[in-house]
C-alpha cells in the first residue's frame, strides 16, 4: 500500500524555525516528484514547493521562496520542508503528496498532514 | 501565474440532484486541469486528472470536461457521501495553482 506520513509539525513563535518530514512507503521513491501543499484554518488549498525524483528540480511558491527549503532523501524514502522565519499567516496544515503516476496525473495520495501553529 | 476561478463558490442541492461546478484558468492550460474532494478533517482526493480522467475507485457520477481555460466537474446524482469542498488545479506549470474552492451542501 502506498502511504505517505507527514511528521515534525507543532507550535512555534514568529520568527523561528521548523522542519517538516514525510515518510513515504509502498512505492519506488526515487522515481516520483513530491508536493508540499499547506492548508490554513478555515482556507483552500496552498501549493508551496516541489522537488523533482533527483532533487534536480526544486520550485517554490512566492510567500515561501527564501525561507523555505525542500529537500529529499531517496535512501531514506523521504521528504523534508525546513522552516525558517515563520510567520502567523505560515498556520496551517501542511500535507505531503506526490504525482499519481511517473509521468504526472494529479497528486495521490496525501499524507494525513501536519498542523503547524506560529503564533507567540 | 496562472489564477483559477471557481464558481459558485457555495451551492446548496439535494440528494439525487445534478450539480456542475465550473473553473476557469487566466490562461490556456490544454487539458491540466484536476479536480479534488475534501471532506471536513480529511486530505484531499484525487477524483479527476487531466480533465476527464476518472482516477481508480471514484463512481462514474463524477465526470470532468474541458480544455483550455474552461472546465468542468458533474455530480450526475448528488449522493449523501458527496457533500464535501471540491477544488480544481492546473498542473500546466509552476506555481500550481488551485482554485477558491466550491462547497457543496445539503439543501
Known amino acids: 500500500e502506498i502511504q505517505l506520513a507527514e511528521s515534525g509539525g507543532g507550535l512555534v513563535q514568529p520568527g523561528g524555525s521548523l522542519r517538516l518530514s514525510c515518510a513515504a512507503s509502498?512505492?519506488?521513491?526515487?522515481?516520483?516528484?513530491m508536493y508540499w501543499v499547506r492548508q490554513a484554518p478555515g482556507k483552500g488549498l496552498e501549493w508551496i514547493s516541489s522537488?523533482?525524483?533527483?532533487?534536480?528540480?526544486?520550485y517554490y511558491a512566492d510567500s515561501v521562496r527564501g525561507r523555505f527549503t525542500i529537500s529529499r532523501d531517496n535512501t531514506k524514502q523521504s521528504v523534508y520542508l525546513q522552516m525558517h522565519s515563520l510567520r502567523a499567516d505560515d498556520t496551517a496544515v501542511y500535507y505531503c503528496?506526490?504525482?499519481?503516476?511517473?509521468?504526472?496525473?494529479?497528486?495521490?495520495?496525501w499524507g494525513q498532514g501536519t498542523l503547524v501553529t506560529v503564533s507567540s | 501565474d496562472i489564477q483559477m476561478t471557481q464558481s459558485p463558490s457555495s451551492v446548496s442541492a439535494s440528494v439525487g440532484d445534478r450539480v456542475i461546478i465550473t473553473c476557469r484558468a487566466s490562461?490556456?492550460?490544454?487539458?491540466?486541469l484536476d479536480w479534488y474532494q475534501q471532506k471536513p478533517g480529511e486530505a484531499p482526493k484525487l477524483l479527476i486528472y487531466?480533465?476527464?480522467t476518472l482516477q481508480s475507485g471514484v463512481p462514474s457520477r463524477f465526470s470532468g470536461d474541458g480544455s483550455g481555460t474552461d472546465f468542468t466537474l458533474t455530480i450526475s446524482s448528488l449522493q449523501p457521501e458527496d457533500f464535501a469542498t471540491y477544488y480544481c488545479?492546473?498542473?500546466?506549470?509552476?506555481?500550481?495553482?488551485f482554485g477558491g474552492g466550491t462547497k457543496v451542501e445539503i439543501k
Open positions: 503528496t506526490r504525482d499519481l503516476t511517473v509521468r504526472g496525473g494529479g497528486f495521490d495520495p
Open positions: 509502498g512505492f519506488t521513491f526515487s522515481s516520483y516528484s
Open positions: 522537488i523533482s525524483g533527483d532533487d534536480y528540480y526544486i
Open positions: 490562461q490556456g492550460i490544454s487539458s491540466t
Open positions: 487531466g480533465a476527464s
Open positions: 488545479q492546473q498542473a500546466h506549470g509552476f506555481p500550481l495553482t
